[in-house]
């Protein structure tokens, strides 16, 4: 997988990523890795750590040294409250649905939840996502939700190589620039500002295409068991 070698340490690793990102931001996926070697990465540079499940992340919060936290797998209703109490951003809002309970969760603990609503770009069945046609309505629901802020949108391509990923990431960044003008007069919870699209084995082509924060795991802890 690219030029990271998987017998380099974290350190080296998140140095090397941050090098190239640049001014775009990194999400460290940090799903199945423990908080000793979370804590490398953020003591190297890390600002952002993402978990995709609030069990998980549960389990290990408390071990963990201060970072911004994202949740970047698909949430369930029942472990809402839980997201809204850990989590910084919730990059994984896939339904109105959910969307609903994060505000009435939130509204609950006094806070206005952070969310980017995510997008099936490939229209993927067995894929979570507001499909393409569906956003627009979404974002004019969740317009009347007081306590969440949309911040951006996020998308998991389909598992392609770089280069055809390079057309999804295209087609994704030409709806947030639409929404993001169609949303820039009116919406007072709606500030499309991130657009969180790459991973370890496409975050350069997801960048070139207009990515502003990439989620990379691999590229820095090594293959997952
Ligand atoms: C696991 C995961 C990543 C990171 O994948 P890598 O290929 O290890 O970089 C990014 N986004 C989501 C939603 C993930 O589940």
């Known amino acids: ?13 998140i140095t090397e990523v941050l090098q190239e990102l640049g001014n775009t931001k990194l999400v460290c996926v940090t799903k199945t890795v423990d908080p000793e070697r979370i804590n490398e990465a953020i003591k190297a540079g890390a600002t952002i750590i993402g978990e995709n499940r609030v069990q998980e992340y549960e389990e290990k919060y408390a071990s963990l040294l201060p970072s911004e936290r994202h949740l970047i797998g698909h949430l369930q209703t029942n472990k809402v409250k839980k997201a ?3 989590f910084d951003v919730i990059q994984s809002v896939d339904s109105l649905k959910v969307a609903q309970e994060i505000d009435k969760r939130a509204e609950e603990a006094a806070k206005v ?13 067995q894929k979570y996502g ?6 627009e309505q979404a974002i004019e629901e969740i317009a009347s939700l007081n306590n969440v802020r949309v911040t951006g949108m996020m998308c998991i391509p389909p598992y392609v190589p770089s280069e055809q990923a390079r057309l999804y990431f295209r087609k994704m960044k030409g709806l947030f620039d639409e929404l993001k003008a169609s949303t820039q007069e009116g919406y007072d919870n709606i500030d499309l500002q991130d657009l969180s699209m790459g991973m370890s084995g496409d975050y350069k082509v997801a960048i070139e295409e207009g990515a502003t924060i990439v989620r990379i795991g691999s590229a820095i802890f090594g293959s997952r068991k």
């Open 113 to 125: 939840q952070n969310i980017y609503l995510q997008v099936n770009i490939g229209a993927e069945p």
């Open 84 to 86: 809204v109490q850990f």
């Open 130 to 135: 507001f499909m393409q046609n569906e956003i």
């Open 1 to 13: 997988m690219i030029s990271i070698g998987e017998n380099m340490s974290v350190e080296e690793n």
